[in-house]
T-cell receptor, first 114, second 113 residues
Framework: EAQVTQNPRYLITVTGKKLTVTCSQN?????MSWYRQDPGLGLRQIYY???????DKGDVPEGYKVSRKEKRNFPLILESPSPNQTSLYFC?????????????FGSGTQLSVL | GNSVTQMEGPVTLSEEAFLTINCTYT??????LFWYVQYPGEGLQLLLK?????DKGSNKGFEATYRKETTSFHLEKGSVQVSDSAVYFC????????????FGTGTRLTIIP
């Protein structure tokens, strides 16, 4: 089954404790991206990757890191989480980044930073 | 920059009612337009899309027409069902080379039996 898998589904942590949210897709997609969803703000792009070893900032990259060492994986790293990073996070992938014709989304990771 | 404005929610309708969710956009160039749906506890799924002016996207009884003159992409359905209860997002993708979807804030729809 074609899918984007995120883990964990829920995460509660404390300020300053490094964490990683994993994302994996099994569709051989070149393009992957991270979004955060906040009430009243919709979804905002954090980072994206056009292909292996190619990443770039989205609209709200501060406080986040990403890496793309393999085509299927695109982890989101919070080196020193803060309460304003409490949010619902979605990973997404697409065949190519040239035209975002159809993004496939993961089920989301609800992060709470205390 | 690019932006999408959706009607404020939440929207509550009775089953079999007519649905309209308004969406207008601001973009440079010639964007593609999308409606995504998010069911409770799930990620977003593409509902329909339109890639050029006057195109009509349709799926599962939902329709939306790309109106360049009014910069709009309103979502409509003639007879809603309880299973349509979800959050609906309007989004756009600008010219080739822009690797981002710009989303509206979402409209929560609840259908009452």
């Amino acid at each position: 089954e074609a899918q984007v898998t995120q883990n964990p589904r829920y995460l509660i942590t404390v300020t300053g404790k490094k964490l990683t949210v994993t994302c994996s897709q099994n569709m051989n997609h070149e393009y992957m991206s991270w979004y955060r969803q906040d009430p009243g703000l919709g979804l905002r792009q954090i980072y994206y990757s056009m292909n292996v070893e190619v990443t770039d900032k989205g609209d709200v990259p501060e406080g986040y890191k990403v890496s793309r060492k393999e085509k299927r994986n695109f982890p989101l790293i919070l080196e020193s989480p803060s309460p304003n990073q409490t949010s619902l996070y979605f990973c997404a992938s697409s065949v190519t980044g040239g035209w975002i014709e159809k993004l496939f989304f993961g089920s989301g990771t609800q992060l709470s930073v205390l | 920059g690019n932006s999408v404005t959706q009607m404020e929610g939440p929207v509550t309708l009775s089953e079999e009612a007519f649905l309209t969710i308004n969406c207008t956009y601001t973009a440079t160039g010639y964007p593609s337009l999308f409606w995504y749906v998010q069911y409770p506890g799930e990620g977003l799924q593409l509902l329909l899309k339109a890639t050029k002016a006057d195109d009509k996207g349709s799926n599962k009884g939902f329709e939306a027409t790309y109106r360049k003159e009014t910069t709009s992409f309103h979502l409509e359905k003639g007879s809603v069902q309880v299973s349509d209860s979800a959050v609906y997002f309007c989004a756009l993708s600008a010219d080739f080379g822009n690797e981002k979807l710009t989303f509206g804030t979402g409209t929560r729809l609840t259908i009452i039996p």
